[in-house]
């Protein structure tokens, strides 16, 4: 290949074409081709600039190509890049006992490393298979939220609302319900000794960031606990810093979490957390496994995010700047009611408007997301300052008044 056609190859149009030749269209056609980052920031492959405020969905927790990540993850590599699960490794040993340490786990806890937030959810649910209940009362149901997110994997997907997802590979695992979110009296109606799980977000991201609240949390933790039924966090979207906290469920224990998105900071790793002696012992040698999950370099990284969130005390930043964002949001026009804790963000488009919003952002420079018709997500990496929110937020009145035109 030439110069001049190697160059014409890094062309946003061209690149485009060749994905839709060579890619499986799942996701429809990208957005636009990116080829770098740093920081907040990402540029396409026609050389435009772009403030992501998505984060890669939540991943990107210390933004792109943070150095500190890059060079832990780069001399992990150049040191000892992958061994099977019939060895282990001191940066795996230290990752799994650091998510202990922040989730606050009862003596006996352990981990399970995956490589994505639906395995860790599959692991969840064949250790909630384990709770079988007795040959008279068989717990044969699983409960999960309207309009919960789990995965796409077969198992994950049985736990996952929208009928859309679902229908088109039934028959899918499980005898699962789907209740109220955020209703108590629906949780305590639903759950009884024939139910051997129940899974919840504590806050629903794909939903639209839509939070269940502490009190719901403790309820669920009181009635699961009642009943025998195991209760199962799923923390993929939440967990990591996102909400100002490790875990948007801080202060209730539940018997299984579920990690992933922003614990790499990009580079792809799941963590399920079992609490308590009790419920580990559900599974044990031979029961699950996994060839990638738990490798040192994804543990490397899993520890340089926790390690810069502590050192650059940034669950007080994402706690403050996400509470400013979402005051200056609620003062825009047209910005209907706004929603989220820390970083993650939902705001409402009364006109229904919002993918043509996101389109209008990403020709001015800015990555949002569209969770439906009418909701916003901004999901930025927890390092963002002010002064980048206030370049959007600064912008959005003409973006929303050109969503609606659109
Ligand atoms: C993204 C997400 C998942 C699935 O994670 P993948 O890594 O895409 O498999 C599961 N649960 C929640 C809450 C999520 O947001």
Not at 14 to 27: E, W
Not at 378 to 406: C, S, V
């Amino acid at each position: 290949m030439n110069e001049a056609n190697e160059l014409s190859a890094l062309h946003g149009a061209d690149l485009s074409a060749r994905y839709a030749k060579s890619l499986l269209g799942v996701f429809g056609a990208p957005s636009r081709v990116l080829v770098r980052g740093a920081g907040c920031h990402v540029w396409d492959a026609d050389g435009n600039q772009y403030l992501d405020l998505l984060g890669g969905i939540a991943v990107n927790t210390l933004g792109h190509a943070n150095p500190l990540l890059t060079s832990v993850i780069t001399s992990q590599l150049a040191t000892l890049g992958h061994v099977s699960n019939f060895f282990s490794s001191p940066t795996q040993i230290a990752l799994a006992e650091k998510l202990l340490e922040i989730s606050a786990a009862p003596e006996g806890s352990k981990v399970f490393f995956a490589n994505s937030g639906t395995e860790a959810n599959e692991a969840a649910l064949k250790l909630t298979r384990r709770n079988t209940g007795t040959a008279a009362v068989p717990r044969t149901k699983v409960i999960a939220l309207e309009h919960a997110f789990h995965g796409r994997t077969l198992g994950a997907l049985s736990l996952t609302y929208k009928e859309k997802y679902r229908a088109p590979f039934a028959p899918l695992p499980g005898n699962v319900s789907w209740i109220p979110a955020g209703d108590e009296a629906a949780l305590r109606a639903a759950v009884d000794e024939t139910v051997a799980a129940v899974f919840i977000e504590p806050i629903q991201g794909e939903a639209g960031v839509r939070e269940l609240g502490a009190e719901y949390l403790r309820a669920a933790r009181e009635i699961t606990s009642a009943a025998g039924a195991l209760l199962v966090f799923d923390e993929v979207q939440t967990g990591m810093g996102r909400t100002g906290e490790f875990f948007a469920s801080a202060g209730v224990i539940p018997d299984v979490m579920t990690l992933a998105k922003g614990l790499g900071g990009g580079f792809p790793i799941g963590a399920m957390i079992v609490f308590g002696q009790q419920n580990t012992a559900w599974l044990t040698p031979g029961d699950h496994g996994t060839t990638f999950g738990g490798n040192p370099v994804a543990c490397a990284a899993g520890l340089a995010v926790i390690h810069t969130i502590e050192n650059q005390k940034l669950l007080g930043h994402v706690r403050e700047t996400g509470n400013w964002l979402r005051a200056e949001l609620a003062g825009i026009d047209g910005v209907g009611e706004v929603r989220g804790r820390g970083l993650l963000t939902a705001f409402e488009l009364m006109d229904g408007s919002a993918p043509q919003l996101v389109g209008a952002a990403l020709d001015a420079g800015f990555i949002v997301n569209a969770t439906d018709e009418s909701t916003i997500r901004l999901a930025p990496p927890l390092i963002i300052t002010r002064e980048q929110l206030g370049t959007f937020l600064a912008a959005l009145p003409a973006l929303l008044t050109a969503a609606t035109a659109a």
